[in-house]
C-alpha cells in the first residue's frame, strides 16, 4: 500500500509538472498567463453591480436545490418577491397575446377555427411585415415600421392627441436595452468634463450598473420617504449644484411610477420636473414602464410627453427627451419576450442619425417581442370577438394587483418596526425597517451591510426572497427591502405574516 502511495505521489507531481512546462512554452512560445484576469479585464465591469439578481437570489437557487435534494429546512419552498416577473409569480397570460403569438410562430394554425377571427387578422398583419413572412427573419433595425406605426397611435390616443411621429419611435430588447443606447449615446468627456447622470434614490440598479459600465458620474437625488417618496425640486437643485464641481451633469432620469418605491408623480411635480430641465439644460429620461400600474385613489398617470406638450411651444420645442415602455410589466407581465420601444423628442437630427447606426449594430430587436408590442399597443376593439375576453383578463389583473397594493401596506404598518408607505403604483413596497443596534453590529462583524443581514436571515429562516435596500440606495443610516406585490393573493398573505413573525423574532434576539 505504501508502494503504491509514492506512486500516486510520484504520478501527480509528473502532471503538475508537465502542466507548469505547458504553461511556459505553448508551441515553443513562452507563455506569460491568460491574457484575460481579474486584473486586466475592463475595470468598468467590476464596478457594475445588480442587486436584483446579486448575492441573496444565487443564495435562494442553492437552497433550492438543496431543497430538492432533500435538505431539511425550516419550509418547503423559497418565494420569489425580489424581482417583478408576473408569470414566475403565477399571474396568467392574457389570451388574446398568446393566440396571435402562436398564429405568428407557426402559421399553420391560420387555418384552425379554434382561433377568433381578429387573432387571425393581427397576426397576418404583423407576419406580411415580416422577411418571408416569418417571425424568424431580421427585422429593421429600428423595428418593424407597422408596428411602430401602430406604437404613434398608441401614444397619440394615450396623450389626448399629440401628435407621435413613428420616425421617432424605436423598438428595443424591452425597455432596458432603449435606456442602455439612450446613456451611451449621452456619456462623454473626461474628468470635470465627464457626463454626470442624475439618478433618483432609491433607483432601479439598472441605472447604477449602465452608468458604472460606461464610466459616467451618478449623481444621487434623494426622493422624500416622508412625503409617500415624492420628487422634491430643492433636492434636485441640491444634488445638481454639489455635482457641478466635479462633472458635467446633462442628463435627469425619472422613474413614474417609481421602481423600488411605488410613488406616482402629479401632475404638478411633472411640470416642476420639465421646468428645472429646461432651466439647467439637462437631457430628460422619462421611464415610464408601469404606466398602467396606478392603485392608489386620486392618483393619475401622466405621461412626460402630454405634459411637456400641453406646457406650450416653449418647453415641447426645445427639452429633449426619451420616454420609455414595455410589454414586461403593466397587466401584461410578459418579460420574457423583451419588447419594448422609445420615443425621442426634440433629437438632433445628426445625433438622430447616429442613434440608427448604433443600434444597427445589434442587427434588431427579438420579433417575438416586437409581435407581442404591436398587440400591447393595438389591443382588441369594441368591435372585435376577443374585446370582452381581453377586458375581463385586463381588469382583473389590475383589480387583484390593486387589492395586493393594499393589502401589503396596510399589514406591513402593524408590524412593529416596519414603515410602509402606500403602494400608490408599480408593483413593489419599500418598506422602511427599524434595526437594533446589536443586529447591525453583528452585520458588520460578519461584513455584511445591515439590511443585507437582515434579509440573508430571512431567507435561511423563512425561505422568503427579498432584496435589500441597500441594493438600490437610501439615506445613510435607514434600512429597507423592496418586495414585490407579484405573488397570488394567498400567497402574498403567506408572505407577509412570516415577515412579520421574522421581524418580530429577530428583533427580540438583538434586543
Not at 85 to 96: C, E, L, R
Not at 101 to 109: I, K
Not at 213 to 220: E, F, K, P, R
Not at 451 to 467: H, S
Request: glycine share 6%; with cysteine.
Amino acid at each position: 500500500m505504501k508502494s503504491m502511495s509514492k506512486i500516486t505521489l510520484q504520478l501527480q507531481r509528473c502532471a503538475r509538472d508537465i502542466t507548469n512546462m505547458s504553461q511556459q512554452a505553448v508551441n515553443g512560445v513562452s507563455h506569460r498567463g491568460r491574457v484575460l484576469t481579474l486584473d486586466s479585464m475592463n475595470p468598468n465591469v467590476k464596478r457594475v453591480e445588480y442587486a436584483v439578481r446579486g448575492p441573496i437570489v444565487q443564495r435562494a437557487v442553492q437552497i433550492e436545490k438543496e431543497l430538492k435534494e432533500g435538505a431539511k429546512k425550516p419550509f418547503t419552498e423559497v418565494i420569489k418577491a425580489n424581482i417583478g416577473d408576473a408569470h414566475a409569480m403565477g399571474q396568467k397570460p392574457i389570451t388574446f397575446f398568446r393566440q396571435v403569438l402562436a398564429l405568428c410562430s407557426y402559421p399553420a394554425l391560420l387555418e384552425d377555427s379554434k382561433f377568433p377571427e381578429d387573432a387571425k387578422q393581427r397576426a397576418r398583419r404583423i407576419l406580411e411585415a415580416c422577411g418571408g413572412h416569418s417571425i424568424g427573419a431580421y427585422s429593421a433595425s429600428q423595428g418593424i415600421e407597422c408596428i411602430r406605426q401602430d406604437v404613434a397611435r398608441y401614444i397619440e390616443k394615450r396623450d389626448g392627441g399629440i401628435p407621435s411621429n413613428p420616425d421617432n419611435i424605436y423598438l428595443s430588447t424591452g425597455a432596458s436595452d432603449a435606456i442602455v443606447t439612450i446613456l451611451k449615446l449621452l456619456v462623454c468627456g473626461e474628468g470635470r468634463d465627464r457626463t454626470g447622470v442624475m439618478i433618483s434614490i432609491p433607483q432601479y440598479p439598472l441605472y447604477s450598473a449602465a452608468l458604472a459600465d460606461l464610466g459616467a458620474v451618478q449623481i444621487n437625488y434623494y426622493l422624500d420617504e416622508d412625503n409617500c417618496w415624492s420628487l422634491n425640486i430643492t433636492e434636485l437643485r441640491r444634488a445638481l449644484s454639489a455635482a457641478r464641481e466635479h462633472c458635467n451633469p446633462r442628463v435627469l432620469c425619472i422613474i413614474n411610477p417609481g421602481n423600488p418605491t411605488g410613488q406616482v408623480q402629479s401632475r404638478q411635480c411633472i411640470e416642476d420636473v420639465i421646468r428645472f430641465a429646461k432651466e439647467e439644460h439637462l437631457f430628460l429620461m422619462a421611464d415610464e414602464v408601469y404606466q398602467d400600474n396606478v392603485y392608489a385613489e386620486g392618483c393619475q398617470f401622466h405621461s412626460f410627453k402630454k405634459v411637456l406638450f400641453e406646457m406650450g411651444p416653449e418647453y415641447s420645442n426645445t427639452v429633449e427627451m426619451a420616454s420609455f415602455h414595455s410589454t414586461s410589466k403593466c397587466y401584461m407581465g410578459e418579460c420574457g419576450f423583451r419588447g419594448g420601444y422609445m420615443e425621442v423628442i426634440n433629437l438632433d437630427p445628426e445625433v438622430k442619425a447616429q442613434l440608427i447606426k448604433l443600434v444597427s449594430v445589434r442587427l434588431c430587436p427579438p420579433v417575438p417581442g416586437q409581435a407581442l408590442l404591436d398587440l400591447v399597443v393595438n389591443p382588441p376593439q369594441p368591435d372585435e370577438p376577443s374585446y370582452a375576453t381581453f377586458m375581463k383578463e385586463r381588469t382583473a389583473v389590475l383589480s387583484a394587483l390593486a387589492e395586493k397594493a393594499r393589502l401589503t401596506e396596510q399589514i406591513f404598518n402593524t408590524v412593529p418596526g416596519i414603515t410602509c408607505n402606500p403602494v400608490q403604483g408599480a408593483m413593489y413596497t419599500f418598506p422602511r425597517i427599524t434595526l437594533p443596534q446589536k443586529a447591525i453590529d453583528k452585520a458588520k462583524e460578519l461584513g455584511l451591510v445591515p439590511d443585507m443581514f437582515y434579509c440573508m436571515r430571512l431567507l435561511d429562516e423563512e425561505g422568503i426572497c427579498l432584496v435589500p435596500g441597500s441594493g438600490f440606495g437610501q439615506r445613510e443610516g435607514t434600512y429597507h427591502f423592496r418586495m414585490t406585490i407579484l405573488p397570488p393573493t394567498e400567497k402574498l398573505k403567506v408572505v407577509l405574516q412570516k415577515i412579520r413573525e421574522f421581524q418580530l423574532h429577530f428583533t427580540q434576539e438583538f434586543s
